[in-house]
């Protein structure tokens, strides 16, 4: 992730650099304490800068204004039923970590 923020990729380059790590990201964040985020986002500067990307991305692909990166057209399929279902539950985790005070400002983190 340094690398990448280092080398000025913007969120687009990060979020398709970084793509194989959603469903552990996911994973961690359904796991996780309070607090637990708070700590990893102190530890590892860019941490906070990828879960907003991703909530970004989920939010708009629970919406619908975004398509699930990858296909062509937001469809009903399956495939793109359970992309949604993944964003949605990141997004809804995001929201939770906020309001247990995990938010900061991002250019706190740059």
Same mark, same amino acid.
């Given at each position: 992730? /340094?690398?990448?923020?280092?080398?000025? $990729? +913007?969120?687009?380059?990060?979020?398709?650099?970084?793509? =194989? &790590?959603?469903?552990?990201? &996911?994973?961690?964040?359904?796991?996780?304490?309070?607090? +637990?985020? =708070?700590?990893?986002?102190? $530890?590892?500067?860019?941490?906070?800068?990828? %879960? $907003?990307?991703? @909530?970004?991305?989920?939010?708009?692909? /629970?919406?619908? %204004?975004?398509?699930?990166?990858?296909?062509?057209?937001? /469809?009903?399929?399956?495939?793109? %039923? +359970? &992309?949604? /279902?993944?964003?949605?539950?990141? =997004?809804?985790?995001?929201?939770?970590?906020? @309001? @247990?005070?995990?938010?900061?400002?991002?250019?706190?983190? %740059?």
């Amino acid at each position: 992730m /340094q690398k990448l923020i280092r080398a000025g $990729k +913007d969120n687009m380059a990060i979020m398709a650099a970084m793509a =194989d &790590h959603m469903p552990a990201f &996911h994973q961690l964040l359904s796991i996780a304490q309070p607090g +637990d985020i =708070d700590q990893l986002t102190r $530890k590892f500067p860019g941490f906070y800068r990828y %879960a $907003k990307i991703l @909530e970004s991305l989920a939010s708009g692909i /629970q919406s619908g %204004a975004m398509p699930v990166p990858g296909k062509q057209a937001p /469809q009903r399929s399956k495939p793109v %039923a +359970d &992309h949604r /279902q993944l964003a949605a539950a990141m =997004d809804l985790r995001m929201r939770q970590l906020a @309001e @247990e005070g995990v938010a900061r400002s991002a250019s706190s983190i %740059a």
